[in-house]
């Protein structure tokens, strides 16, 4: 997965299940998380961690609207504990589904 930098060179991002929003421009969010579970669920990795930050919860909105949408996704919540609470999103996808 890549991201463009200030000068317009792709940059990898490892699929690891873990995707951290800080990175990106806030007018990717939407293509990058798409995207990310199009790779996480090739790669059958079938619990995922989104890292939107606390904010005023626009990421989070955005973030929460593609899940809520997503075929594929079995479910989603905020993060417990000392993980990040409200500033991440846990997902679990259904790896056996035809994506």
């Known amino acids: 997965m890549s991201s463009n930098s200030d000068n317009n060179q792709p940059s990898e991002f490892p699929i690891d299940g873990t ?13 990058v998380v798409k995207e990310y579970i199009t790779e996480c669920l090739r790669q059958r990795i079938g619990s995922l961690r989104i890292v939107h930050g606390k904010g005023i919860g ?16 079995i479910g989603y919540r905020h993060e417990g504990g000392s993980g990040g609470g409200w500033g991440a999103t846990v997902v679990d996808l259904d790896i056996n589904e035809k994506s």
């Open 58 to 73: 626009v990421q989070r909105e955005i973030v929460h609207s593609i899940l809520e949408k997503h075929p594929q996704v």
């Open 19 to 31: 995707l951290d929003l800080h990175q990106f421009q806030p007018n990717e969010v939407k293509a």
